[in-house]
């Protein structure tokens, strides 16, 4: 289901999504009126994310206004999308997880 959210800058949103053995891989697409970082990580990366630690991830490297990619999923569990602003000004972002 797409969702459209504004963040603050330098504020960061979560959206968790299960998976379970049988996932592979997710499709994300992010668009937003300004560049913005999306990562999808597990738990553990999350929370090194959330200490301000180094961190593993996948999905693009650099803040874009639109992101469509497919992040692969290496094993079961709770994994989390983590859009980013880290401009000076709020951003609307639509986010979604198409079924293809």
Known sequence: ?????TL???????????ADDDTEEVHIVVDAERPVFAHVMDTPNLNLYREGEEFEYVGPTAARREHDF???IDHRGRWHLVISNEQD??????YDFPDD
């Open 70 to 72: 497919w992040a692969p």
């Open 1 to 5: 289901m797409p969702t459209t959210l």
């Open 89 to 94: 000004q709020p951003v609307a972002v639509h």
């Open 8 to 18: 603050k800058p330098d504020e960061y949103v979560v959206i968790s999504f299960p």
